[in-house]
DNA sequence: CGTCCTATGGGACCAAGGTCCAATATGCAG
DNA sequence: CTGCATATTGGACCTTGGTCCCATAGGACG
């Protein structure tokens, strides 16, 4: 199913930790792509691949923190785990507050910072199946016309025809025709299934 | 709606710190209990208001930690806030990790510790709200017969009176009986709120 | 033993959902 | 102008869902 192999991304300054962390990284049969800063990395085509980012907090340029929220700001989803020698608490805090997976002070066990790694593929993969999951969705969502998109929440949120054809101003036939549509568009099996479809594009009440 | 006075629990062993900490929720008008141990906590009556714990980390006994383990295990749910003056950045990232909403370093700026503390409540107010939703529908879902307990994920996932009376070997008459009394027990309008009340009590597919 | 809950269904009947065929009207792009 | 997509609706017809009334049957409980 989920053959794609993961890749880590490693941004430090030093070149010496991006070739140690790239060779720790082979070792244990991880592909590894290293970056000397945060602008590098984002300049950079990164493969469309579960993984996971290692991160400086202290950079030239761009800090750490600055690149996880410019990541967030950009949609991008990937798990950061942070490592730094100079890092304080609140710096800790921040970055695990705005989601990091792993905040380690060097020196650090190479174990930590695998298993850290390996916590951050998971979430990756799991996030990624997310996506790809609401993106086929919103593509089906988006086949649906603007008479469509108007009976389907109303259809997910328990109407009967006839009333959504009295809000609507049509007749109740009508409504059954664009309601067959709007299950048939989104490939949707049962009203059940249709909801859960709703329910995952925020459409159902919010 | 929601008239419940909320109420902050401080846990600190220096009296000194405790009072302190008293007089300033006071002065913003909000009511606060004091413990100096973990231990004096647990063992103490609390009100079931929403609100928030105000925690030092290093404590006599039970480290805040250990409090905010103790209170995951035991389910009980109350943002907490970590307030320290001999923090490092592991044990900072320990709490943050097991869901603290901040973790303060003395000195700290009143204005950032109260400004924690309402979010923690707004936290805590949003939790309430949804275990008591949830609370409600178990109670309903309890009121259901074993059978009535087979059908409704079945209904719920989409199927057919039909497929599930063939499921059971039943009739689908049958089926349409106890189908109904699910409908009528747990209080739904409509196939699409069953559905709903379904996911809230993870009861859907998973 | 009688009563209540649960589970089971038959018959009747109505409401709601779904589909096929057909038709009209509007607006936009080639 | 002419298709094409969209929106609308009627008629016919079938499937599903939902509700009444009624009846049977087993197990639990007082």
Redesign the interface.
């Known amino acids: 199913m989920n053959e794609i192999p993961p890749v880590v991304f490693v941004v430090d300054d030093e070149a010496a930790v991006c070739i140690s962390l790239k060779r720790l990284l082979r070792s244990v049969g991880l592909e590894a792509q290293t970056y000397p800063s945060a602008q590098e990395f984002l300049r950079s085509e990164r493969p469309d691949a579960p993984g996971c980012l290692v991160l400086d907090v202290r950079l030239p340029g761009l800090s750490g923190l600055d690149l996880q929220q410019e990541l967030r700001a950009a949609k991008i989803n990937l798990p950061v785990i942070f490592v730094t020698g100079h890092?304080?608490?609140?710096m800790?805090?921040r970055a695990?507050?705005a989601g990091a997976v792993?905040?380690l002070?060097k020196p650090f066990r190479e174990q930590d910072l695998l298993e850290a790694i390996q916590r951050g593929i998971e979430l990756s993969r799991i996030t990624r199946q997310n996506n790809a999951e609401i993106r086929t969705l919103q593509r089906r969502y988006a086949s649906l016309t603007p008479r469509e998109r108007e009976i389907f929440p109303r259809?997910?949120?328990?109407?009967l025809n006839k009333q959504i054809a009295a809000q609507l101003g049509a007749s109740e036939k009508t409504i059954k025709v664009h309601r067959g549509q709007v299950m048939q568009k989104m490939k949707a099996?049962?009203?059940?299934?249709l909801?859960?479809m709703a329910?995952k594009l925020r459409l159902?009440s919010n």
């Not at 890092?87 to 609140?90: A, M, N």
């Open positions: 890092g304080d608490i609140p800790s805090v695990m507050k792993e905040f002070t259809v997910t949120g328990g109407l099996e049962s009203l059940a299934h909801i859960q329910e159902s």
